[in-house]
């Protein structure tokens, strides 16, 4: 496959021990604290390495999950908040600003965790896309991990977001346009997947070029919604979007190329051709200006990985053959301006995010167990923090992560792609 994608940091938290005052010491709910507390950690035991696997970070994360939703609304078949709710303080930071927020709600715990396990899902589909020969089966799971952080970062963005006590800050992980930008960056990598099977598999080079031109959109969407942000600190993510923008956009007119060469239409594929070779121009510029931006996330020359280097001998020798064929046979006019590339129906919405389901409230969380927490005193020591005291603390440092190893030469075919 053969893939260079960029990965933002995983975001970093405070210890949170879940200590809540009681009015007697109930068995139930002093276990449902132990296990709240176990399962947070890890979780973040967890999603520093991304070569942990699926079912070991989504069973993680289930059981979490359904414990914290007790914090966020009270037992039995009921939509009522839990007195719980804003019980506790939760400190995080964001993947790009750096900086940390505080903040007394469990619904900020909830959002903040799954954009983290979104970004580990990225990570985990980097780390199988960057090896030197990758199979099929691999391939799969590179696909289902992205459209898997998409779903989760769509239910973030779709539910959890308006539930917020307050509004989060701008550029947060919680900020609409963040997660627009992740939706779409998953949604489309995922589909880069799907053009290296179909190029391998030989597909017709008008779907191929349709898919590349709907990648190439997603990508521009992506960095559409960072423009209002600061950029020197969404400048490096941006850049990677446009690059992958007009690479896409390349690989489009140069399969639209070959599919109007079939067609006999000689002139119009030279041109097409031609627009292939300005785009990838560009994306060239755009690689090297990524390497200079100085941004939080993943540092690489793009334009020196094997995903880059490819495309360029595919299209000399495109543009030569239409060249020689018109040339000999056809003698067709080039037009002055770029062909329109066509809009597939089949490619629209071909990868979607997968949707992401949250558990129900665990079964620990009894009326009995809810009714042992005090609300009259419940984290006294927690609410009345004075904001001096949470300023001591500080930042939150980075996360250690373990690194993917970057394949700069990639697989030896086109495509990337193994079949096995």
Not at 57 to 86: D, N, W
Not at 106 to 135: C, D, P, R, Y
Not at 399 to 406: F, L, M
Request: proline letters at 4%; aromatic letters at 8%.
């Amino acid at each position: 496959m053969s893939h260079w994608f960029h990965r933002n940091p995983l975001k970093a938290t405070g210890q949170q021990n879940f200590e809540l005052k009681m009015f007697a010491h109930d068995s139930e709910a002093l276990k449902i604290m132990s296990d709240l507390k176990q399962s947070r950690a890890r979780m973040l035991e967890l999603l520093p390495d991304p070569h942990h696997t699926i079912d070991q970070v989504e069973t993680a994360l289930k059981l979490y999950m359904a414990l914290l939703r007790g914090l966020i609304l009270q037992p039995g078949e009921t939509t009522a908040a839990s007195k719980l709710s804003s019980a506790l303080t939760y400190r995080w930071s964001d993947s790009l600003l750096g900086s940390t927020t505080s903040k007394a709600d469990a619904v900020f715990e909830v959002g903040s965790m799954l954009m983290n396990t979104a970004l580990w899902f990225m990570k985990h589909g980097a780390m199988l896309a960057a090896k030197q020969e990758i199979k099929m089966e691999e391939a799969k799971e590179v696909h289902s991990s992205l459209r898997k952080a998409a779903g989760i970062v769509k239910f973030v963005q779709d539910t959890l977001i308006p539930q917020l006590a307050e509004k989060s800050n701008n550029g947060s992980d919680l900020d609409g346009r963040v997660c627009t930008a992740y939706i779409n960056q998953c949604t489309a990598e995922a589909q880069e997947v799907t053009i290296a099977r179909a190029i391998e598999l030989q597909h017709n080079p008008g779907l191929i070029s349709a898919l590349a031109n709907e990648t190439s959109k997603m990508f521009t969407t992506a960095a559409d919604n960072l423009h209002t942000l600061d950029q020197k600190v969404f400048g490096h993510w941006r850049a990677y979007f446009e690059l992958k923008s007009q690479f896409y956009l390349s690989y489009a007119y140069s399969y639209q190329g070959e599919a109007l060469l079939a067609e006999d239409k000689c002139g119009d594929a030279i041109r097409c051709l031609q627009e292939s070779q300005a785009c990838y121009s560009k994306a060239g510029l755009m690689a090297t200006e990524y390497a200079k931006n100085k941004g939080p996330g993943s540092t690489a020359k793009p334009e020196k990985h094997n995903f880059f280097k490819r495309l360029a001998p595919m299209l000399s020798r495109t543009l030569e053959k239409c060249e020689r064929e018109n040339g000999f046979i056809y003698h067709q006019k080039v037009p002055y301006d770029p062909v329109e590339l066509p809009i597939n129906a089949q490619t629209h919405g071909l990868v979607a995010p997968e949707q992401y389901e949250i558990p129900g409230v665990s079964p620990l969380w009894t009326a009995m167990a809810y009714a042992a927490f005090d609300e009259s005193k419940l984290a006294v020591d927690d609410k009345t923090k004075s904001k001096a005291a949470k300023k001591t603390e500080g930042d939150l440092k980075p996360v250690k992560e373990v690194p993917i190893t970057e394949n700069e030469e990639g697989s030896k075919n086109e495509s990337g792609c193994t079949i096995s």
